[in-house]
């Protein structure tokens, strides 16, 4: 009687992804080509928004020669470019304008259960931020990059209460 061998598990070539706890959001994958002596040479260029859903919110920019790679790549540069934002509960402490080039995106706070009132770029990057309640309206350009840039730069603007009652010298409950 032959004994039965069992096969050995599979290999799994593909990299394993570390669940890191991180909101990750592609936004745009665009074909970009450089001309060259020889022809053109198409490259690949991805921007990511990263976020872990508590006030923290970045985005990378990155190219390469095939998607997957660049999506990668977006996704690192993306986590070392993580800063904090002030939230105030689910929403914003306050309005907030921010700009990038031609672009500008008005950020207002919101009563809870409003949800998230934003266009594609920007509903991406409120979520991975973990504003739940907010209305936005983007003005000017409507290129993913420079409404995203306009985004952040709008929620690396905002403070808290406590940072204004601390810049005017007051306690936060002689703010209103």
């Known amino acids: 009687m032959e004994e039965k061998r069992e096969r050995p598990a599979r290999r799994d070539n593909?990299?394993?992804q570390e669940d890191d706890g991180l909101i990750k959001k592609l936004i745009q994958v665009n074909r970009v080509s450089k001309t060259v002596k020889g022809g053109r040479n198409m490259r690949f260029a991805a921007l990511v928004?990263?976020?872990d859903?508590?006030?923290s919110?970045?985005?990378?920019?990155?190219?390469?020669?095939?998607?997957p790679e660049a999506i990668e790549k977006a996704n690192a540069q993306a986590k070392k470019n993580m800063?904090?934002?002030a939230l105030q509960g689910t929403t914003l402490p306050h309005g907030v304008m921010g700009v990038f080039g031609r672009g500008s995106v008005l950020m207002m706070p919101a009563a809870e259960g409003t949800g998230v009132i934003a266009g594609g770029p920007v509903r991406a990057v409120m979520e991975a931020a973990?504003?739940?309640d907010v209305r936005t309206k983007s003005?000017?350009?409507s290129n993913p990059i420079n409404c995203v840039k306009a985004a952040i730069c709008g929620l690396y603007d905002l403070k808290s209460p406590e940072e204004i009652a601390a810049a005017r010298g007051k306690d936060v409950s002689?703010?209103?």
Do not use: P, Q
């Not at 919110?57 to 998607?67: I, N, R």
């Open 57 to 67: 919110v970045g985005y990378g920019m990155a190219k390469s020669k095939e998607v």
């Open 53 to 55: 859903g508590k006030g």
């Open 49 to 51: 928004v990263v976020g």
């Open 83 to 85: 800063k904090k934002v």
């Open 174 to 176: 002689e703010l209103r």
């Open 139 to 141: 003005h000017g350009t």
């Open 14 to 16: 593909r990299r394993r």
């Open 130 to 132: 973990g504003v739940k």
